[in-house]
């Protein structure tokens, strides 16, 4: 008597079924807005006559038209230079302050790690628009308590909201919401160390400081490059803080950044054509700035591999 086996009927597919919402979400709220908005950047509205009436406006093939405008346009480019003396400002301080936390955490003599790790992340988990107006608020004259201090102590009140303070004003919004992402993704490196290799360093008689320096920060190198890669990423499409904050300045405009200069040509003036192709080349932009940042951190690691391996 032949035992009967189980049927399988679709085991086969049902890896797909399982990858098949995630690949339709995909499809709908990615791939088809990159796809229209590539379809949108090699086209313009051609207008007739006065552009009155049923088909005085039609929407035909522009090529690379509105590529070379935006290339051309000085205020795209202005609105990147602000970015990149912006991104000067917030990677580096975001960045060291994270690696900082995360080697305090790390260390043995420090006390109340859960609620100083929560106090350091907390910020994070605060919307960039509350962030960006809580801070706003605190760099207005008018309502800001520091100033009523400084004022109380005959010292100068410095207008953050005005020419060069306010890019450190910007930076600051960024640098408080971003550090405790970053010090919890280094600091969770930190704790995959071998608890054996601070041993054997100890009883090599290195200090504390000749851990961190020569141990710690050397094998947690590829979370910096994580982080670093991550924080290139925001800077170059950052457009909350600058937006949050123009309402209460002039000295925003509405192209202070790249992305600022998309959404006012897409929805301010109506033109979005040429914001979709604005749009594409701010990706383009972040996509090989990122590949090649990452290919030299790679390329540096292949090196320090062959050289450890001839030692």
Request: overall charge positive.
């Amino acid at each position: 008597m032949t035992s009967a086996r189980p049927k399988s009927y679709g085991v086969k597919g049902a890896p797909y079924g399982f990858l098949l919402p995630a690949a339709i979400l995909f499809a709908l709220f990615f791939a088809l807005p990159i796809g229209y908005a590539l379809w949108l950047s090699f086209h313009k509205v051609k207008v007739s006559g006065l552009g009155l009436g049923s088909g005085a406006r039609k929407e035909v093939w522009a090529g690379l038209e509105n590529y070379t405008a935006a290339l051309g346009d000085s205020e795209l480019l202005h609105g990147a230079l602000r970015v990149l003396g912006y991104g000067c400002i917030v990677v580096p301080v975001m960045l060291g302050l994270a690696l900082l936390f995360a080697l305090m955490l790390d260390s043995d003599r420090v006390r109340l790690a859960p609620f100083t790790r929560l106090a350091i992340f907390l910020p994070y988990a605060i919307p960039g628009v509350v962030a960006a107006l809580l801070w706003g608020f605190l760099y207005l004259p008018d309502v800001s308590p520091f100033y009523f201090v400084l004022e109380r102590m005959g010292l100068p009140q410095p207008d953050l909201l005005d020419g060069g303070p306010l890019y450190l004003a910007l930076s600051n919004i960024a640098v408080w919401g971003g550090t405790g992402f970053n010090m919890i993704v280094i600091y969770t490196s930190l704790q995959a160390i071998p608890a054996e290799v601070y041993e054997a360093a100890k009883l090599d008689g290195a200090t504390p400081l000749q851990i961190a320096l020569r141990i710690k920060i050397p094998m947690v190198a590829p979370s910096l490059v994580l982080t670093f890669f991550f924080s290139i990423i925001a800077t170059l499409q950052v457009f909350n803080e600058p937006t949050t904050l123009k309402p209460l300045t002039n000295s925003v405009s509405t192209t202070w950044s790249p992305l600022m200069k998309v959404y006012r040509d897409a929805f301010g003036t109506g033109d979005i054509y040429a914001a979709a192709a604005q749009a594409v080349i701010i990706a383009l932009a972040t996509l090989l700035l990122s590949f090649g940042f990452l290919r030299a951190a790679n390329r540096r690691n292949k090196q320090d591999v062959g050289q450890g391996a001839a030692r």
